[in-house]
């Protein structure tokens, strides 16, 4: 990170980590700061508990956010880029087909044979697969 900042020319920020005691022993963190000597902070000291609630919190929304990037990539699919393909017709068309890739596949008279594709949906469908090559 240090670099980093250096790279942009912010070479006036100071940086610290923070890191768990001994056997991830919360409560014995340690504060490592470039060119400076470790702190160790007391057990209850609120400066402490500040730092101990920042780096919580930060975890926390970085867990939340790559949970829900890796949630979109498990239910994304090349249907979502259909135009009038909404959720439902989406779900009837997978649990028809089994697969994107299978749907991707069919024929505009295969594709009308699931419920809610009219006829211009299934050409629509088609084309949009057989279009992209």
Same mark, same amino acid.
């Given at each position: 990170a240090h670099e980093v900042l250096e790279e942009l020319g912010l070479t006036d920020i100071n940086l610290a980590a923070v890191a768990k005691g001994p056997n991830r022993n919360a409560g014995r963190e340690r504060i490592y700061r470039k060119g400076k000597e470790t702190l160790l902070l007391e057990p209850r000291d609120p400066v402490l508990y500040c730092i101990q609630t920042l780096r919580d919190e930060a975890h926390r929304f970085a867990i939340g956010a790559h949970r829900t990037r890796r949630k979109k990539g498990f239910t994304a699919s090349p249907l979502d880029e259909v135009p009038g393909i909404g959720p439902t017709r989406k779900r009837a068309l997978l649990q028809h087909f089994g697969s994107a890739k299978a *749907? #991707?596949? $069919? &024929? *505009? $008279?295969?594709?009308?044979? *699931? &419920? &809610?594709? #009219?006829?211009?949906? $299934?050409?629509?469908?088609?084309? =949009? =697969?057989?279009?992209r090559g």
């Open positions: *749907v #991707s596949r $069919a &024929g *505009v $008279a295969d594709l009308e044979t *699931v &419920g &809610g594709i #009219s006829e211009q949906m $299934a050409k629509t469908i088609y084309d =949009f =697969f057989h279009e």
